[in-house]
């Protein structure tokens, strides 16, 4: 890659445009990036970082080039609508940072690297946190939430944040993933009038559009791993407890967890390892002490599947031909490398479902409560009750579905109740001991792989949300890791696979995805194509 002085000698600050799709920006308009000459789409981790060591760019240079890419795909181009709203502050944040670099100072593989987040991740600059929601417009947290602190520590820029599905897609029925009240539906950059899935679905397009190196989503039940296979990107959803959620707008104490999304899994790692910590005001960090590992790059072995024993998830798989096609194909190749197989046709009980679902009501109504506190008694909203009561006066939100899953919530005991204690017991033991561990136990398996999912659906307000198959329900309920990666293509649109297991069993699932991944290379730059 040649340097384009004349450009990158072009560095206005960009507007602070919140909550509409436009980004405009004061450098010159024959400076704009547009989608065909930006030269950085899959750059990683690791070549950005030799480019600030070499003195081929600088970390201010390589942040506005991002900012006017972003300004190209949202306003010029494809506009994806993922995103919300730019950091006004990115650039003074890429000066300070080049000046530690200057003074012989790196905060390690992240310093310099544009990062977005989801809309739901507090931050306390001059950023807004909305969840998507037009009932947070304008809300200023008190402070960063811990993954935000994380990344600003270990130098990351956060350029942006993403569009999401509203209140992380838990606010009514017949919803469409991607779709919130403050910026619309987002797209999916492989063919546009497709679904991007999941409530990270912003994060999903951002990063695989090239808009940034790492995003950051969140996950309760596929939200993560979903809008990664649908979007052709790496995800990493982390055991719970690994990454604190506080400052997280929540759904489930037990269930949510962030995690990283990249185009390569070792991006994914590097970010992964900043975000880790024990936190106080997370109790479920309290569990990863002993877990947490000082650099998973580590387990990022081309011969992670040598020796392996493998178990195939085989409920997801009859729902589409093509798929199955694709996966078989994986399987074939992971046996090709060393890794024994054997198939497995059913993890817990069928009612672990409707357990899960009873436990997010309970959480969601506590955990929001407690989230609009600690917004401060100047809060536009307190409680639930009166999110929903802004909902029913608003003819944006209520336009296409309804907050039946807020009304739910509203209607539950809080947390001290016997009804949420024994339904949680029920559910853990049903997913955990009775489901993944038991199924890893009696088979010796080192991990469970299955497809992420199905090619991308149409994007449909009317009826919502189509998933064809999917397998992030047993890892999700179990509060367990999965991984996804590029699995292949059914037609032009990507399709992923998923690595799972026990807890904090993050080592040896990323052994055995990054194996696959290197040995594959399945990932493929979005076309952007309108059909």
Known sequence: MKKNRPFLQVLGLLLFMTFVTSCKNEASSDAMITTND??????????????????TYTIEEITQSFLNHIDAIENNGPKLNSIIQINPDAISIAQQLDQELKDGKSRGALHGIPVIIK?????????????????????????????????????????????????????????????????????????????????????????????????????????????????????????????????????????DTAGPMARTLTDAAFCLNVLTGIDSTDTKTLASAGHIQEDYTQFLKSNGLKGKKIGIYTAPLGRNFKVDTIFNQAVAYMKSQGAEVVEI?????????????????????????????????????KNLEELIAFNKKDSIEMEFYNQRYLEMALEKDDLDSEGYKNTLKEMLKGSRENGIDRVMDEHGLDAIIAPTGGPAWKTDHTNGDAFGLGSSSPAARAGYPNITVPMGLVGELPVGISFFGRAWSEPILLEIAYSYEQGTKHRKAPQFLEH
């Open 38 to 55: 930006f030269s950085f789409e899959e750059i990683t981790v690791p070549q950005l970082q030799k480019f600030y060591a070499d003195g």
């Open 119 to 255: 809309d739901n991740i507090d931050t306390h600059d001059s950023m807004f946190t909305t969840a998507g929601s037009r009932a947070l417009t304008g809300s200023k947290p008190l402070k960063d939430s811990f993954v935000a602190k994380k990344l600003k520590e270990a130098g990351a820029i956060i350029i942006a944040k993403a569009n999401l599905s509203e209140w992380a897609n838990f606010r009514g029925e017949m919803s469409s993933s991607g779709w919130s009240g403050i910026n619309g539906q987002t797209k999916n950059p492989y063919i546009l009038d497709r679904n991007p899935c999941g409530s990270s679905s912003g994060s999903g397009a951002a990063v695989s559009a090239g808009l940034s190196l790492i995003s950051i989503g969140t996950e309760t039940n596929g939200s993560i791993v979903c809008p990664s296979h649908a979007n052709g990107v790496v995800g990493i959803k982390p055991t719970v407890g690994l990454i604190s959620r506080s400052g997280i707008i929540p759904i489930s104490f037990t269930q």
């Open 345 to 381: 046709d059913k993890i817990a009980e069928n009612n672990i479902g409707g357990l899960s679902f009873q436990v997010m009501l309970y959480e969601y109504k506590d955990g929001l409560n407690n989230y609009f506190k600690s917004l401060g008694p100047n809060a536009k909203i």
